[in-house]
């Protein structure tokens, strides 16, 4: 299941698509860079592995698993780190409940998600739970900032095979809406450490009685560190969902709620949950004690709210009073209309990051329950990043969509080091239990920030050290020497944290002597000019912190490529390792559903070959070890193979799938090592593997094609069978034979 360290790259196991990919993928990396003497270990940081390392105490010796996260965590601090990283579940409640449910179906017998822990026992359950829940592993791999773009051959490409694109109408009556204050953003104080008051800060919350309880001692801010406070008052918030319910309905739209509920895994469950709570506002008011007592919780989402609900004695009534409400409100949009999942079933269904940008690929488009398209309305509570959304919407809507084959690129330099600003905020998020103040108190006892709060109100600190500031600025500097093109900091000089960042930001560039190189804008005018740019064919780089980094990495990418998979996605580590993400999307649990369906898998590996050849060229540079440069660059070449061939997998059953694209990988890659002069040795070790694959492509491919369109079986979804999961990915006995 999972490898000791000592091997030159680590390959992670994860989840869902890219996990099944990886069982068709893997083998063939790991022969081949065997013949070249470079081993390949994985980590477990699946879901469930990560579940199962967490709670042995039931576990037979042979269902243990050791905790391979914290294992990599140390790993990525050493300058040996050659990790390739694919994307792993961030796991909502529902998902770690279904998670767990499945594992002890499996026979692994494991403690139940206590959804309201009473006892101590039942606390140190849930702390342990809490560990797993949401964006758990990104923010302890990521040890360096962020560098993702898309490779040139990958972009050209997408210009010469340009993806549909729905049309903008100026008409289209979808919006982006968002708090007017008394969110994150306009509640935001920011301050710099200074030498004085550098140590373990203290985060207290007064009651308005006077008595004063610590939410969080030893909050450790270093000298230099930008620390920021803020919240969102529930008030605000409960006022403006209900306006924009009404307001949504006034349109004759769809209403559409976008959040980060996994990276922004305390604050944005809570808002989730006000979202369910605002659209059932009358059957909340009419049952709200009796739904409490029954354990409903709204954070989790309206479809664990209605399951639980069906479980409750007066359950038809309740039921009854629902339909009438619904009827009352707007439609809303669907994750699935077929299936009647709406956008407030789950927390983790709708994920601003790839959500948002689908609907602008659609021409502002999103599914309603009705199963046909309409416009929308986008809402974002908080306003701090809603701008890039809604400048993006206004811009479409004034020059129609972009054109892929025309349009220029996006790249993005992004502040993410060391658990860097909002994301890395969920140890110091709190639901404020009822009216006071918070404060933030120095090590030195100076009072850094205060905050009037009211119960219910969300309030967070978010920290960003110096050292990755400044190694992000660097990277900034070093990107755009490397492109010589735009680069702009998306910073807003108006806006507390960003004033800090900017306080380093410019000295940088100035004692770098490359300040006229580099513009700073706020994000709304960013994406404008952003846009502008890449509309002329021209390029740009954006430079941002941690949430733009993710926003910006789905939102340009899924414009210009249709996707975000095929993203380049690179990690300097600081202590001088490399990280390789594969693309920048997730998990897709959809393409899961088809594979079982009618086997055909969609997922596209393009983000791991760029993330492998990189990976690979990374160890011969810093190891100076020749062979893994030759394969680094073969890994290349047969990318480039697959992109001049057209043998990234197609979306429907009988199309080319994960499984021919993985074939002709292995062939592109064998005849790149053989066509090579600068090792006779793995020149002639390739070259009979190559005749042989290219020899066999028919029967190869027809083998693969055969098995489409039946179901398939892979004895689990989230902790999958190994050897179903093999046989359902490497259904070539060719092939096999082959790989060896
Ligand atoms: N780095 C990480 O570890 C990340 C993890 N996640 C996790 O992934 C899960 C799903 O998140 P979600 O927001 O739906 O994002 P996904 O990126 O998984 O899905 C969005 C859509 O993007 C398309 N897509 C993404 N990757 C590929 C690929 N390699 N090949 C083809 N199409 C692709 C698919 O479109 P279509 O179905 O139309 O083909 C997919 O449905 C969550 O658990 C989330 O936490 C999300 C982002 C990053
Ligand atoms: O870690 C996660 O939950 C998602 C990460 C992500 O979306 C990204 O980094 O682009
Ligand atoms: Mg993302």
Request: charged share 20%.
């Amino acid at each position: 299941m999972t490898e000791q360290t000592g091997s030159d790259i680590i390959y992670t196991k994860v989840d869902e698509a890219p996990e099944l990919a990886s069982a068709s993928l893997l083998p063939i990396i790991r022969a081949f860079a065997g013949a070249a003497d470079v081993s390949f270990g994985t980590k477990d940081i699946s879901l469930a592995g990560r579940i199962i390392a967490a709670f042995p105490e039931g576990l037979s010796e042979a269902q243990r698993q050791p905790d391979d996260l914290a294992e990599l965590g140390e790993l990525v601090k050493s300058p040996d780190a050659n990790v390739i990283k694919l994307p792993n579940i961030s796991a909502s409640v529902p998902q770690l409940v279904a998670a767990v449910k499945e594992l002890q179906s499996q026979g692994y017998a494991l403690p139940d998600y206590p959804e309201d822990p009473q006892t101590d026992a039942e606390k140190a359950v849930r702390a342990r739970f809490d560990a797993i829940k949401g964006s758990a592993v990104n923010p302890v791999l990521r040890e360096g900032n962020s560098d993702r773009r898309a490779a040139v051959a990958v972009k050209n490409y997408a210009k010469a095979n340009p993806h549909r694109m729905g049309a903008w109408s100026k008409d289209s009556k979808t919006k982006v809406s968002s708090m007017k204050g008394n969110d994150f953003f306009s509640n935001e104080k920011s301050s710099t450490i200074t030498d004085s008051q550098a140590g373990a800060a203290k985060i207290e919350f007064t009651h308005a009685t006077g008595a004063a309880t610590v939410l969080k001692g030893d909050f450790q801010l270093p000298k230099g560190t930008v620390v920021d406070t803020t919240f969102m008052s529930v008030k605000a918030l409960g006022k403006f969902l209900a306006e924009q319910i009404e307001e949504t309905k006034a349109d004759g739209t769809l209403f559409s709620l976008h959040l980060k509920a996994t990276m922004m895994k305390v604050s944005d469950p809570i808002i989730f949950g006000h979202a369910v709570r605002a659209f059932l506002a009358p059957v909340f008011e009419k049952h709200g004690p009796a739904l409490d007592a029954a354990g409903v919780n709204p954070n989790s989402g309206l479809g664990a709210v209605l399951d639980r609900i069906a479980e409750m004695h007066n359950s038809a009534e309740i039921e009854a009073d629902i339909a009438a409400v619904m009827a009352t409100r707007p439609p809303m949009y669907m994750v699935n209309s077929d299936k009647g999942i709406t956008n407030l079933h789950v927390p983790s269904d709708v994920i601003i990051d790839a959500s948002l940008p689908a609907v602008i690929r659609a021409g502002g488009k999103g599914w309603g329950p009705d199963g046909n398209e309409g416009d929308t309305n986008c809402v974002v509570p908080d306003n701090s990043y809603a701008p890039v959304y809604e400048e993006t919407v206004n811009y479409f809507k004034e020059t129609g969509a972009l054109d892929p084959s025309t349009s220029g690129t996006v790249q993005n330099i992004g502040l993410m080091a060391q658990k860097a600003e909002e994301y890395g905020s969920h140890p110091t998020t709190f639901e404020i239990p009822a009216a006071g103040t918070v404060t933030l108190t120095a090590a030195n006892g100076d009072v850094i920030h205060t905050h009037n709060v009211e119960a219910g109100d969300i309030w967070r600190a978010a920290s960003t050290k110096e050292a990755p500031i400044r190694d992000w600025v660097n990277l900034a500097i070093s990107r755009q020497k490397a492109e010589g093109c735009q680069a702009v900091f998306w910073l807003d000089a108006n806006r507390a944290h960003d004033a800090e960042l900017i306080a380093y930001v410019t000295p940088m560039l100035e004692a770098a002597g490359v300040a006229d190189k580099f513009q700073i804008l706020a994000p709304r005018e960013a994406t404008r000019l952003a846009l502008e740019t890449i509309r002329k064919g021209e390029n740009s780089i954006a430079i941002t912190g941690n949430v733009l980094r993710d926003y910006l990495t789905d939102l340009f990418p899924i414009l210009e490529l249709g996707t975000s998979a095929k993203m380049l996605s690179i990690v300097k580590l600081m202590n001088g390792g490399g990280l390789f993400e594969t693309g920048a999307g997730g998990s897709a649990p959809k393409h899961v559903q088809q594979l079982v369906e009618e086997n055909h898998l969609r997922w596209d590996s393009l983000g791991e070959f760029c993330a492998l050849g990189e990976s690979l060229k990374f160890l011969g540079e810093t190891k100076d070890n020749a062979r893994a440069r030759i394969i680094g660059e073969a890994v290349d070449a047969a990318t480039q193979g697959i992109l001049d061939n057209n043998k990234s997998p197609g979306r429907k059953v009988g199309q080319t799938d994960n499984r021919d694209s993985h074939f002709y990988f292995a062939l592109y890659w064998a005849k790149a090592l053989a066509a090579q002069s600068d090792d006779a040795d793995l020149a002639a070790h390739f070259a009979p593997i190559a005749k042989t694959l290219a020899e066999n492509e028919d029967k190869i491919t027809a083998e693969l094609a055969a098995v489409q369109g039946a179901p398939a079986d892979l004895g689990g979804y989230f902790h999958t069978d190994a050897a179903k999961t093999t046989a359902v990915m490497r259904p070539s006995p060719t092939l096999n034979a082959i790989i060896g």
